[in-house]
């Protein structure tokens, strides 16, 4: 096959699958290639990381030492990734699928909470949340 036909073949593909340069071409028309938000959560959970680091190191903040500091860190990413499951609910552009993205904000929340306060025993309820979450979710899924 020469270039000319290649060419003209892939041309063809791309019409027909609705690829276009404004979806950002070569192949990224899916439904969720480009995803602002997700890329939005985790610039700011890592800039939430690196700004409680540095309050833990110059001791800005007196509750935030090195030692817990990386609790505080658990606790804000579980935060931002909550705010992402929210917003992916309540704004339609934004809509995918959050099951996966809750239940991580879930886990980072409760291990981040716990360990804050001192509760040492939040992982077995972090078990028992996801054991729950997936009765649950096997119960309601819809039979055929």
């Keep these: ?32 290639a480009r995803d602002p938000l997700a890329s939005a959560t985790w610039a700011i959970i890592l800039i939430l990381a690196g700004c409680i680091l540095l309050a ?7 509750f935030i030492t090195l030692g817990n500091s990386w609790n505080w860190i658990l606790l804000m990413a579980g935060a931002a990734l909550l705010l992402q499951v929210l917003l992916r609910l309540v704004v339609p552009e934004w809509r995918r699928p959050v099951g996966g993205w809750l239940m ?13 306060l001192g509760l040492e025993n939040t992982w077995p ?9 997936l009765l649950v979710g096997g119960l309601l ?4």
């Design 1 to 32: 096959m020469s270039e000319k036909d290649e060419h003209e073949k892939w041309e063809k593909d791309e019409e027909e699958k609705g690829w276009d340069e404004k979806d950002g071409g070569g192949g990224k028309g899916e439904k969720w």
């Design 56 to 62: 833990a190191n110059l001791g800005l903040v007196s």
């Design 104 to 116: 991580l904000a879930l886990i980072l929340l409760v291990s981040g909470v716990g360990a804050v």
């Design 125 to 133: 309820l972090i078990l028992i949340a996801i054991g729950v979450a």
């Design 141 to 144: 899924r819809p039979r055929f």
